[in-house]
């Protein structure tokens, strides 16, 4: 069975800091693109940030320049780092694994943004 570990969340103020992880096994990491969703209340799953293994990314055009998506292959994890967070940032984060057999998702990690 696929795990995806997520952890680093919980409570910030606006213009705050935080780091999300999410490891997994290496057969699933390292033939994975990689990336973190969320979801807001009453909101649908929206991508974040996606890295694929050979480190190209792609990030929603809300957190550009504030959030930053980066692999670590000799430990298979994958960070989401957040800066300059915002209220409207606070949601459900996920983070999902997709190699091309497959689609894999952890259990989320509550980020809040206070203001």
């Known amino acids: 069975q696929v795990q995806l570990v997520e952890s680093g969340g919980g409570l910030v103020q606006a213009g705050g800091s935080m780091r999300l992880s999410c490891a997994t096994s290496?057969?699933?990491?390292?033939?994975?693109?990689m990336g973190w969703y969320r979801q807001a209340p009453g909101k649908r799953r929206e991508l974040v940030a996606a890295?694929?293994?050979?480190?190209?990314?792609n990030y929603a055009d809300s957190v550009k320049d504030r959030f930053a998506i980066s692999r670590n292959n000799a430990e298979n994890t994958v960070y989401l780092q957040m800066n300059s967070l915002k209220p409207e940032d606070t949601a459900v984060y996920y983070c999902n694994a997709r190699p091309i057999w497959g689609d894999y998702w952890g259990q989320g990690t509550q980020v809040t943004v206070s203001s």
């Open positions: 890295i694929t293994p050979s480190g190209s990314t």
């Open positions: 290496r057969s699933i990491f390292g033939s994975s693109t």
